[in-house]
Protein backbone atom coordinates (compact mmCIF):
# COMPACT_ATOMS: atom_id res chain seq x y z
CA UNK A 1 0.00 0.00 0.00
CA UNK A 2 1.87 3.38 -1.20
CA UNK A 3 -0.79 5.46 0.78
CA UNK A 4 0.82 6.04 4.43
CA UNK A 5 -0.44 7.81 7.60
CA UNK A 6 -0.11 11.95 7.62
CA UNK A 7 0.00 11.63 3.77
CA UNK A 8 -2.73 14.48 2.60
CA UNK A 9 -4.99 12.76 -0.34
CA UNK A 10 -7.81 13.69 -2.30
CA UNK A 11 -10.97 11.83 -2.78
CA UNK A 12 -11.65 10.65 -6.18
CA UNK A 13 -14.96 8.19 -6.13
CA UNK A 14 -17.81 7.74 -3.82
CA UNK A 15 -19.64 10.02 -2.37
CA UNK A 16 -17.10 12.10 -0.74
CA UNK A 17 -15.20 12.92 -4.45
CA UNK A 18 -13.43 16.19 -4.65
CA UNK A 19 -13.25 15.93 -0.63
CA UNK A 20 -9.56 16.54 0.58
CA UNK A 21 -7.98 15.78 4.27
CA UNK A 22 -5.11 14.08 5.89
CA UNK A 23 -4.78 9.93 6.37
CA UNK A 24 -5.31 9.56 10.14
CA UNK A 25 -5.03 5.69 9.85
CA UNK A 26 -3.89 3.37 7.43
CA UNK A 27 -5.09 -0.51 7.47
CA UNK A 28 -2.95 -1.78 5.06
CA UNK A 29 -4.39 -6.13 5.69
CA UNK A 30 -7.61 -4.66 4.94
CA UNK A 31 -6.65 -2.33 1.82
CA UNK A 32 -8.41 0.81 3.83
CA UNK A 33 -7.58 4.31 5.12
CA UNK A 34 -9.27 6.29 7.42
CA UNK A 35 -9.11 10.00 5.89
CA UNK A 36 -9.80 13.47 8.24
CA UNK A 37 -13.28 14.51 7.49
CA UNK A 38 -14.55 11.79 4.96
CA UNK A 39 -17.09 8.77 4.92
CA UNK A 40 -18.31 10.78 8.29
CA UNK A 41 -20.65 7.82 10.62
CA UNK A 42 -23.17 8.21 13.09
CA UNK A 43 -22.83 6.61 16.38
CA UNK A 44 -25.00 6.30 18.97
CA UNK A 45 -23.75 5.71 22.66
CA UNK A 46 -26.39 4.38 24.74
CA UNK A 47 -26.66 6.13 28.01
CA UNK A 48 -24.34 4.44 31.27
CA UNK A 49 -24.25 5.56 34.83
CA UNK A 50 -21.54 7.63 34.27
CA UNK A 51 -22.29 9.52 30.85
CA UNK A 52 -25.69 10.71 29.08
CA UNK A 53 -26.47 9.16 25.76
CA UNK A 54 -24.76 10.91 22.80
CA UNK A 55 -24.83 10.97 19.03
CA UNK A 56 -21.27 10.56 17.96
CA UNK A 57 -19.95 11.50 13.91
CA UNK A 58 -16.92 9.68 13.77
CA UNK A 59 -14.86 8.77 10.09
CA UNK A 60 -15.14 5.42 8.62
CA UNK A 61 -12.77 3.57 6.79
CA UNK A 62 -12.83 3.63 2.94
CA UNK A 63 -10.80 1.74 0.28
CA UNK A 64 -7.61 2.95 -0.81
CA UNK A 65 -8.25 2.57 -4.36
CA UNK A 66 -10.64 5.67 -4.03
CA UNK A 67 -8.07 7.99 -3.19
CA UNK A 68 -5.25 9.77 -4.74
CA UNK A 69 -1.78 11.49 -3.12
CA UNK A 70 -2.40 15.14 -3.08
CA UNK A 71 0.51 17.41 -4.24
CA UNK A 72 0.25 20.82 -2.52
CA UNK A 73 2.97 21.78 -5.16
CA UNK A 74 1.59 20.84 -8.32
CA UNK A 75 -1.70 21.45 -6.90
CA UNK A 76 -3.26 18.40 -8.12
CA UNK A 77 -3.45 14.49 -7.38
CA UNK A 78 -0.92 12.04 -8.23
CA UNK A 79 -0.08 8.85 -8.53
CA UNK A 80 3.44 7.03 -6.02
CA UNK A 81 6.55 5.03 -7.40
CA UNK A 82 9.25 3.57 -6.05
CA UNK A 83 12.91 4.95 -7.18
CA UNK A 84 16.55 3.42 -5.18
CA UNK A 85 18.82 6.18 -4.03
CA UNK A 86 22.48 5.18 -1.84
CA UNK A 87 20.38 1.33 -1.48
CA UNK A 88 17.38 2.79 0.21
CA UNK A 89 13.78 2.46 -1.39
CA UNK A 90 12.07 5.96 -1.69
CA UNK A 91 8.45 7.16 -2.66
CA UNK A 92 8.94 9.83 -5.37
CA UNK A 93 5.83 11.74 -7.36
CA UNK A 94 4.78 10.34 -10.83
CA UNK A 95 4.11 14.11 -11.76
CA UNK A 96 6.95 15.86 -10.83
CA UNK A 97 9.54 13.09 -9.86
CA UNK A 98 10.21 14.95 -6.42
CA UNK A 99 10.58 12.78 -3.39
CA UNK A 100 7.77 12.43 -1.49
CA UNK A 101 9.47 11.70 2.35
Known sequence: MK???DDPVIVVTGKDK????K?????PKKG????EGVNVQT?????????PSEIK???GPIDVSNVMYYESKAKAPT??????EDGKKIRVS???GAPLD
Do not use: M, N, S
Open 3 to 5: IKK
Open 18 to 21: GKRG
Open 23 to 27: VLKAI
Open 32 to 35: KIIV
Open 43 to 51: KHAKQTRKT
Open 57 to 59: HQE
Open 79 to 84: RIGYRF
Open 94 to 96: KKT
